[in-house]
Nanobody
Framework: QIQLVESGGGLVQAGGSLTLSCTTS????????MGWFRQAPGKEREFVAA????????NYADSVKGRFTISRDNSKNTVYLQMNSLKPEDTAAYYC????????????????WGQGTQVTVSS
């Protein structure tokens, strides 16, 4: 079992930045691919970014490419999502996820999820 706890959400003006963190406990963090998803009110949860266990490969949704950066620190069991140039349409609950299978993770079916952290971007 692996537990995920997100932090760093909040209210920010359009054009601003936020950094989300997800700290894990339980099984070996470094063996898992990690990802971020988001869900806006009335919409389905969508993939945002993923990073493999070595940190050597990352993937992003087209909507955040060039603005968001995912990274991980295996020594701290933590994955980050640096969000720059935020837009009102980035407003959503952001969820951290873990999966030993990065393909399954990107398809939105990881076995482990955090509880979510709210990001609100005002115009």
């Amino acid at each position: 079992q692996i537990q995920l706890v997100e932090s760093g959400g909040g209210l920010v003006q359009a054009g601003g930045s936020l950094t989300l963190s997800c700290t894990t406990s339980g099984r070996t963090f470094s063996s898992y691919a990690m990802g971020w998803f988001r869900q806006a009110p009335g919409k389905e949860r969508e993939f945002v970014a993923a990073i493999i266990w070595t940190g050597g490969s990352t993937n992003y949704a087209d909507s955040v490419k060039g603005r968001f950066t995912i990274s991980r620190d295996n020594s701290k069991n933590t994955v980050y999502l640096q969000m720059n140039s935020l837009k009102p349409e980035d407003t959503a609950a952001y969820y951290c996820a873990a999966d030993p299978d990065v393909v399954r993770l990107r398809r939105g079916r990881p076995p482990y999820w955090g509880q979510g952290t709210q990001v609100t971007v005002s115009s």
